[in-house]
């Protein structure tokens, strides 16, 4: 026993010895050694087939594999990819690394985070390379948790948001880096026809002594019609949440009554989601959501590309008794839900409004 003991010693010494003189010449070393046997002595991964032991309890068998615990990661890099050139990445766009919310959420609570003016981010790149990746190097990214990664769209590009979780490795080797395979998708933003059909005539928009828009000398119900151009202009962009909005301008009002009728009907094209009702109560209420061929489930909406085209006829009834020859229509196409509304996350105008102008004029 004297002799076991002296041996004991001996080689706890020894052990000593070893660690001392491997901290001294290789630190980062014993620390990932001491680390590595914490994990071995306070995690496990039970595996194997259960059975039942005795009183009825569940057993399983454990086999010694080890699952590691959430730690931080180095480096994080995602890619961000044009979808409508999927083997293209998007270059020069901010993205952010942000907290996600617990369960249940939805998109507009992860937009909210985003476009908080107060947010606290965890990390981000300030600009994509070439190839469309975005590199996060704070090491403040931990494996197995929820992070909301956020497309901060510059005048060119949408904004995004999406969830994503680095999985925790299932094996005892801890991983430095990770990078997606998943990559984010995204979309230029595009432009709109011009409205104006080229067989219109002049005299819809300036209003002349023969134009039906002239209210000089005429009495009740009069009526007027013409085509316009709907769609996507620009080749490999697109229009997030294309509407059409039916508004008065600032100091050129429409009364109540004063279009009778205004319906707005397919003539050749794609086939929008134009309500084949009357629009007279969409003026300066509500606009009207086109639609389009692409659907992005992330951002939960339809976008208009350059196959979305389309030439529809309006068709307008007005009260020559009410209407003022100051008054005006306008007949515009936007994105983003809403006449001049603003992306998500940066609450940046994105594409530029297409519109035409009806105007009265003569003696009401």
Known sequence: MELQMKDLM????GVMFALGLLYYTNPEALQGLMGQWVVNQNTGVETGEAGTGAGGTTTTQTTGETAMPK???????????????????IPNVE?????APSEPYTYADLVAIASDPMRSVVDEDTATDSSGKANFTSGRIFVGKDYIYSVRGDSTVYDKVVVKKVPVPSTQFKIDTWTFEEKLYDYYVGSFKDINYTGNSDKI????DTSAM?????TGQQYTEFNINIGEADSGKALKNPVLVLRSPEGYELEPGDIISLYITRYSGTAFNIPGTNLADYI?????????????????????TVSDAGVYTVKITYDADQIQSTDKLEICLDDLGDYRAKDDVTRDLKASAECMTVDWCGES
């Open 10 to 13: 001996l080689i706890g010494i």
């Open 71 to 89: 730690y931080q990661l180095s480096t994080v890099n995602i890619y961000l990819m044009d979808k409508l050139n999927p083997k293209a990445g």
């Open 95 to 99: 993205i952010e690394v942000l907290e």
């Open 205 to 208: 928009w300036n209003c002349s």
């Open 214 to 218: 002239n209210v000089s000398g005429k």
């Open 284 to 304: 300066d209420v509500a606009p009207i959501e086109l639609g389009g061929s692409v659907y992005d489930s992330d951002m939960g909406t339809y976008l208009m």
